[in-house]
T-cell receptor, first 113, second 115 residues
């Protein structure tokens, strides 16, 4: 089955700096890669996703890049704000419809004011 | 916009008791997924249903069972509860709304504590 590895496990940045979180996946059939933000005790919330037919996607301060050859994808957050502090999970799935997500182990991002 | 609804939000049970968790997907979503998230862990996929049929199966213990009903809501039944079953249980749903099925929206979760 799919295995997703995520690094780093914790990340502390100063407000206004950029943050980068990296994930690798093992199953070459995976072609859907969402990122979720989870605050303590709350539900995971989808913040951005990318499919394998594109290499990069951007939404305001958030961007995701995908290197399908190397089987890795990254989340980039620019101009970080204290409210960005949360745990971020990457995930992978096969885009054949109605398939479960395999999550990475999560990155705890702390943005220092 | 309507979101995924889960009930109850909190549940406390004793070892060896049973529990039933309910999930109401977003209207017109036809697929429901169950995930278990232990403290400090990532969500682990348990089971999913599409059009009332089991679609995919993950690391669901034999003590657990689930089903999806005609109104698309789903129930996760957990028997012979163990201390290790204490976790957040999330339900997610997906459906076709001009996009693919992959976009999953999570409910608020049920926090199960087994004493």
């Amino acid at each position: 089955g799919e295995n997703v590895e995520q690094h780093p496990s914790t990340l502390s940045v100063q407000e206004g700096d950029s943050a980068v979180i990296k994930c690798t996946y093992s199953d070459s059939a995976s072609n859907y890669f969402p990122w979720y933000k989870q605050e303590l005790g709350k539900r995971p919330q989808l913040i951005i996703d990318i499919r394998s037919n594109v290499g990069e996607k951007k939404d305001q301060r958030i961007a995701v890049t995908l290197n399908k050859t190397a089987k890795h994808f990254s989340l980039h957050i620019t101009e970080t704000q204290p409210e960005d502090s949360a745990v971020y999970f990457c995930a992978a799935s096969i885009n054949t419809g109605r398939r479960a997500l395999t999550f990475g182990s999560g990155t705890r991002l702390q943005v220092q004011p | 916009a309507a979101g995924v609804i889960q009930s109850p939000r909190h549940l406390i049970k004793e070892k060896r008791e049973t529990a039933t968790l309910k999930c109401y997907p977003i209207p017109r979503h036809d697929t429901v997924y169950w995930y278990q998230q232990g403290p400090g862990q990532d969500p682990q996929f348990l089971i999913s249903f599409y059009e009332k049929m089991q679609s995919d199966k993950g690391s669901i213990p034999d003590r657990f069972s689930a089903q999806q009903f005609s109104d698309y809501h789903s129930e996760l039944n957990m028997s012979s509860l163990e201390l290790g079953d204490s976790a957040l249980y999330f339900c997610a749903s997906s459906g076709y709304r001009g996009r693919s099925y992959n976009e999953q929206f999570f409910g608020p979760g049920t926090r199960l504590t087994v004493l």
